[in-house]
């Protein structure tokens, strides 16, 4: 008898358990369903995003709740590593724009290239496409023009130097502030050390 006890009395403790679990879950509506869901992501720095369909061919953005105007392409929302801030690309019928949470700036653009912050966050670079050209913005405004550049800018935390891959014959170069190393068959960037 006490062993039918003593199950009983777990069973009602583990009972008792879920139900207090329970009172610690929330649910939230994050979209209400209205338009068809395209992609969606959640950011280490506890920001959500998602892109959704408001007509057929059209996509908008949604970060944090914000909804934003219907375009005809959208890239994946940067965060900034601090959190505060974040950046996306977005086309409408007048062309490419760089949507900030607190600016857009319209671009000239046949294409777009990369978003990038410092890792500190407080400092943001992006690049353009005007034919095979590549345009490079800078944290300080500065715009330079670059061929064949892989993905990835690599900004310093005061935002006065930058990094990026170039390919040259072949072969990589390390462009840093305008100028290039050696080549070599392979270069791994990892950022500026910390200043």
């Known amino acids: 008898m006490s062993r039918k006890l003593h199950i009983i009395i777990f069973l009602l403790f583990i ?76 086309e409408d019928a007048l062309g490419w724009m760089l949507v900030t949470n607190d600016t857009i700036f319209d671009l000239n653009a046949e294409a777009v290239g990369d978003v990038s912050y410092s890792p500190n966050g407080e400092h943001l670079a992006y690049s353009y496409f005007i034919s095979e050209y590549e345009r490079l913005v800078l944290p300080n405004d500065e715009t330079i023009e670059i061929l064949d550049r892989s993905r990835g800018i690599f900004l310093s935390n005061d935002g006065n130097s930058f990094a990026f891959k170039a390919m040259r ?19 791994v960037p990892i950022g500026f050390w910390w200043t």
């Open 15 to 90: 009972l008792n358990l879920g139900s207090k679990s329970e009172n610690k879950c929330f649910d939230y509506l994050l979209l209400d369903g209205a338009e068809p869901l395209l992609d969606f992501g959640l950011d280490t720095t506890s920001h959500w995003w998602a892109v959704t369909e408001p007509f057929k061919g059209m996509k908008r953005m949604v970060i944090d709740g914000e909804e934003f105007e219907a375009s005809s392409a959208l890239t994946k929302p940067v965060f900034s590593p601090n959190g505060r801030d974040w950046a996306f690309f977005s």
């Open 169 to 187: 014959s072949g072969r990589w170069a390390l462009d840093i502030n305008g100028k290039e190393s050696d080549y070599f068959d392979e270069i």
